[in-house]
């Protein structure tokens, strides 16, 4: 029973250090420091119209981000927290689980890109509590998303209602009705593949860029 209770006031000393640490390392105006990931152009040209931008913890969200990007020959920007999360899942989550709870904003690590050329954003990144990923409503609350067509998609193993709701909130006056996509974990490569075909053929601006040709499977040699 004693052991219990010591249990108890560990996990509580530990939630209470956290809630501290968020406190005091995130607000609700982020700022941006250096070193951050740049740009990088899946165009022959670099010239694209097409962002993808995401945040990911555990690579899910990166790896349909990085599809993404190779389908609309897009660009591709990584955001990523000034201060990371740690890679112990108990203490991440008790870290996010904070932030979301007192809707704080952590800084980033920059440069953020800049977004004047581009006419279609997809913005991506894991539910957290039902709610935008708060390294992602970071740079959603540091961009100015207007004149743009912003396209939502998250990823998720569970309930994600809520998420679309809170994802419109966090960019204010830019539509996004109707142009959400959730993807479950650890889908299969060609499910995902589906998925995001479909998904761009509602969400591309009226002239798409060509979507890249896929690779011709390879004939399995006959038996002799």
Same mark, same amino acid.
């Given at each position: 029973?004693?052991?219990? &209770?010591?249990?108890?006031?560990?996990?509580?000393?530990?939630?209470?250090?956290?809630?501290?640490?968020?406190?005091?390392?995130?607000?609700?105006?982020?700022?941006? #420091?250096?070193?951050?990931?740049? =740009?990088?152009?899946?165009?022959?040209?670099?010239?694209?119209?097409?962002?993808?931008?995401?945040?990911?913890?555990?690579?899910?969200?990166?790896?349909?981000?990085?599809? +993404?990007?190779?389908?609309?020959?897009? %660009?591709?920007? *990584?955001?990523?927290?000034?201060?990371? !999360?740690?890679?112990?899942?108990?203490?991440?989550?008790?870290?996010?689980?904070? *932030?979301?709870?007192?809707?704080?904003?952590?800084?980033?690590?920059?440069?953020?890109?800049?977004?004047?050329?581009?006419?279609?954003?997809? =913005?991506?990144?894991?539910?957290? &509590?039902?709610?935008?990923?708060? $390294? +992602?409503?970071?740079? +959603? @609350?540091?961009?100015?998303?207007?004149?743009?067509?912003?396209? /939502?998609?998250?990823? !998720?193993?569970?309930?994600? #209602?809520? !998420?679309?709701? %809170?994802? @419109?909130?966090?960019?204010?006056?830019? $539509?996004?009705?109707?142009?959400?996509?959730?993807?479950?974990?650890?889908?299969? $490569?060609?499910?995902?593949?589906?998925?995001? *075909?479909?998904?761009?053929?509602?969400?591309?601006?009226?002239?798409?860029?060509?979507?890249?040709? &896929? /690779?011709?499977?390879?004939?399995?040699?006959?038996?002799?």
């Amino acid at each position: 029973m004693e052991g219990e &209770k010591t249990l108890k006031r560990q996990w509580l000393g530990m939630v209470f250090i956290l809630l501290l640490f968020v406190v005091s390392g995130c607000g609700m105006h982020p700022a941006v #420091s250096g070193g951050g990931a740049a =740009v990088q152009s899946m165009a022959p040209d670099g010239g694209s119209r097409v962002l993808v931008v995401y945040y990911s913890y555990s690579g899910h969200t990166r790896r349909a981000a990085e599809r +993404l990007a190779l389908l609309t020959q897009g %660009d591709l920007y *990584e955001v990523q927290p000034a201060m990371g !999360y740690t890679s112990q899942p108990t203490l991440a989550f008790l870290r996010s689980f904070g *932030e979301v709870q007192l809707s704080s904003l952590p800084d980033l690590a920059g440069p953020l890109p800049d977004l004047s050329g581009y006419q279609l954003i997809l =913005v991506g990144g894991p539910v957290w &509590k039902g709610k935008v990923a708060r $390294p +992602l409503a970071s740079w +959603l @609350a540091l961009n100015d998303l207007s004149g743009k067509k912003v396209a /939502p998609f998250w990823t !998720y193993d569970g309930d994600d #209602s809520g !998420y679309a709701a %809170d994802f @419109a909130a966090q960019v204010g006056p830019v $539509p996004t009705d109707g142009l959400g996509l959730l993807l479950v974990e650890n889908m299969e $490569p060609a499910a995902l593949e589906t998925a995001l *075909e479909n998904w761009l053929a509602e969400v591309r601006p009226a002239r798409p860029l060509p979507l890249p040709a &896929k /690779p011709e499977k390879l004939n399995e040699a006959e038996d002799d």
